[in-house]
């Protein structure tokens, strides 16, 4: 198969010299890239700013802004089987970069944010992509139902959820443990190294696309 993995955080630009990002390690959607490129399929990785290596065999497609990851996702979709949302991509984004360095003056600072493009959300209408589609979901509160709504409003055929308020695991960790849900029941993949993880959800991934192959 041929899959798009969005995986990072993104960095979105205040001035020259300062941005707004979040926790996101990359480290679960490289940990699918690797594990989906080691399952002999073609990856293309489109990630936000990491400290991590590039799988090999994995081509790889850097970007900083969630408008960038929206532009390549929407450039490379297309031609793909599956696609796999792993990226923490901002909401918000300031309304506008200073080209200046912002200079401190007044006691506070208001800092108005704009909405970024939902990603995940423009792939089956706007972009028209209708190959096997995996989302993630942090959340910090009603795991299941949260991720439940998620599949449903973004139509995926698979969330992968995990609770970031846990300690030790999720955000830059290099274990997780994930609730996959799909559209008639959910499972959970107890507490494990991301590495580990990855393949047995590249398992299920593979058995969704062959049953939109053969539906
Ligand atoms: O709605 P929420 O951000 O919690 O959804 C998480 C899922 O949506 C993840 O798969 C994430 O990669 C994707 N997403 C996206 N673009 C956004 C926000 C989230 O692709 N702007």
């Known amino acids: 198969m041929k899959l798009l993995v969005t995986a990072g955080p993104t960095r979105e630009p205040l001035d020259p010299v300062r941005y707004l990002t979040n926790r996101s390690s990359g480290k679960m959607g490289y940990a699918m890239a690797d594990a989906l490129a080691r399952a002999g399929h073609s990856v293309l990785l489109v990630s936000g700013p990491t400290r991590l290596e590039v799988p090999d065999g994995v081509d ?7 408008a960038e990851m929206f532009d ?3 450039r490379h979709i297309g031609r793909m089987d599956a696609a796999v949302f792993a990226a923490a991509v901002a909401d918000y984004r300031p309304a506008a970069a200073a080209s200046q360095k912002i200079k401190k003056t007044g006691e506070t600072l208001v800092l108005e944010l704009v909405r970024n493009p939902d990603i995940l959300g423009s792939v089956r209408d ?3 992509f209708n ?15 949260n991720a439940r709504d998620k599949l449903q ?4 055929d698979l969330v992968v959820a995990n609770d970031v308020s846990k300690p030790g695991i999720g955000f830059d960790s290099d274990r997780n443990e994930v609730l996959l849900v799909f559209p008639a029941h959910s499972e959970v993949l107890p507490e494990d190294e991301k590495h580990h993880l990855a393949p047995r959800i590249v398992r299920e991934i593979e058995r969704l696309a062959a049953e939109r192959a053969s539906a």
Do not use: D, Q, S
Request: aromatic share 10%; with cysteine.
């Open 126 to 128: 706007e972009f028209g």
């Open 153 to 156: 409003r973004k139509g995926c």
């Open 60 to 66: 790889f497609l850097p970007v900083e802004t969630a």
């Open 131 to 145: 190959g096997t589609l995996v989302g993630f979901a942090a959340e910090t509160e009603n795991l299941e139902a």
């Open 72 to 74: 390549a996702v929407r």
